[in-house]
């Protein structure tokens, strides 16, 4: 597959496919969060790829906003009991913190390797 998109949107479709950030064919993950060693197409060594608690932290902010914000619209206007409360979101939380995880944590991997990013290090005046 060709890919003419712009230079960023080629990293963001590898990421969130979950495949190699620089050739876009090998396979990023082995389990549902966990990382190949290396790519299984061009080689590449994914051990650069440390996303953190980036994906964690979206996936919490945005999908707890979303539930927060749907239980406080159906307190207010329906009134269920605390047992439909907990029937309803505890299952959506599930849902919208589980199954964005890996897109998000592709997505963040992709865009490391993108802009090179990496950990600060100390650099000494001879060393410049
Ligand atoms: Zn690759």
Redesign the pocket.
């Known amino acids: 597959m060709v890919d003419h998109a712009s230079p960023t949107a080629l990293p963001i479709g590898r990421g969130l496919r979950g495949r190699?950030?620089?050739?876009?064919?090998?396979r990023l993950f082995q389990g549902f969060l966990s990382l190949r060693p290396a790519?299984?197409?061009?080689?590449?060594d994914f051990g650069f790829a440390d996303a953190g608690d980036g994906p964690a932290v979206f996936v919490i902010l945005i999908g707890g906003a979303i539930v927060v914000f749907a239980a406080l619209i159906t307190e207010v206007v329906y009134q269920p009991p605390y047992w439909l409360h907990a029937a309803l979101w505890l299952p959506l939380v599930l849902l919208v913190t589980l199954s964005p995880l890996r897109l998000i944590k592709g997505l963040l991997i992709a865009l490391q390797y993108h802009h090179k990013a990496a950990e600060g290090r100390l650099v000494r005046r001879g060393d410049v």
Do not use: R, S, T, V
């Open positions: 190699c950030p620089a050739c876009g064919e090998g790519c299984e197409h061009c080689g590449l």
